[in-house]
């Protein structure tokens, strides 16, 4: 297991982070997702642990809490160090039925942050997120809210997830002006069957030096290997109960196609190609993976250990590579022939 710089930061996190999103689940999409019990959410959190593993992600909404809840109890059932693990947590989603009990208000973070202490039996949280863009609360109201949570000792780091790359920039630019804290990290979907990412948004993690945390590798696994143009989906396997995230079928069975031949070749699975084709990618800081067993997140760790070819790495970009758009098109077109210009003029000096 390696170990990566978060973003600016002096932070290092594991290049894996186990995602409890398949903890307590038990009715509506959390039961599609997973629905494990403590036992069995301590025997990943253990296994995790002793392979290198120092980030946990949840979230407040993720199984309407028992998921913070259930990490929580798991850390000190385990008498984890507090020092030994990273724990990163959201807010935004519904935790109430109060008008102001979601979105990205102070009013909302201040309790927000509260009840998920209190959740995961911590005096701290070392990264806190906000999980989606709220377009009625003020940018500049929630980076306050936020660095006043620093501030106080309640929050190490902050961050973001499913925000658009303008809207980053806006709240960047804004903690900059004003000396708050800044988001430090993106938690973003990303996968070799869905790169959309990489046009506006790996750009900006890259300029301004934002980390990259990814959800999702696997698309909701499609990727994991049990799907395919001729296989069949295991019945009650999630794709087949939860179709999300939103994935070109065809592309992604190209890549599938493309991965499988590496995959046989190498005598790995399929995930563990998916997964090292994004460990690969500069732009990422951590994958999060989340298992439902212990043999799959045993599977999902050995990821670490493959080192793709440059030729691999060619072969699956090219299957997977994102149609051309504007102004993408554009500035390709004028990078290039700027570069052929200057080209041309060396040759002449």
Wanted: aromatic share 8%; net charge neutral; hydrophobic share 40%.
């Amino acid at each position: 297991m390696q170990y990566r710089k978060f973003g600016r930061t002096g932070l290092f996190v594991s290049e894996l982070c186990l995602g409890t999103m398949t903890f307590g689940g038990a009715s509506g999409i959390w039961g599609h997702i997973g629905n494990l019990q403590q036992a069995e959410a301590e025997s990943l959190v253990g296994r995790a642990l002793d392979a290198g593993i120092n980030f946990i992600d949840t979230a407040d909404v993720y199984s309407e809490g028992l998921s913070e809840t259930m990490t929580g109890q798991a850390l000190k059932n385990l008498k984890v160090p507090r020092d030994n693990v990273v724990v990163a947590t959201k807010v935004f989603g519904e935790a109430g039925k109060s008008p102001n009990a979601a979105g990205a208000s102070r009013y909302h973070i201040m309790d927000g942050v509260k009840a998920s202490l209190k959740r995961l039996q911590l005096d701290h949280i070392d990264l806190y997120q906000i999980h989606g863009f709220d377009p009625v609360t003020p940018v500049e109201e929630t980076v306050r809210a936020l660095d006043n949570l620093v501030q106080q000792g309640h929050v190490r780091y902050v961050g973001v997830s499913n925000w658009a790359a303008w809207q980053i920039m806006k709240a960047l630019g804004i903690a900059e002006r004003q000396g708050l804290a800044r988001f430090e990290s993106l938690q973003a979907y990303y996968t070799i069957a869905g790169r959309d990412l990489e046009r506006e948004l790996a750009p900006m993690l890259r300029s301004e030096n934002v980390g990259l945390m990814v959800w999702s590798p696997l698309a909701g696994g499609l990727l994991s290997g049990k799907y395919g143009r001729n296989t069949e989906a295991e019945k009650g396997s999630r794709r087949t109960t939860f179709d999300f995230p939103p994935v070109n079928v065809e592309r992604a069975y190209d890549c599938i196609d493309a991965m499988r031949e590496l995959a046989e070749a190498r005598k790995v699975s399929v995930a563990q190609i998916a997964l090292a084709w994004l460990l690969h990618q500069q732009v990422v800081t951590s994958v999060i993976v989340g298992a439902k067993r212990v043999e799959q997140l045993d599977d999902n760790i050995a990821a670490t250990g493959i080192r793709l070819s440059a030729d691999e790495l060619a072969t699956l970009d090219k299957v997977s590579a994102l149609p051309s758009e504007y102004p993408g098109w554009m500035l390709e077109r004028q990078g290039g022939a700027r570069a052929k210009r200057l080209a041309e003029s060396g040759q002449r000096g």
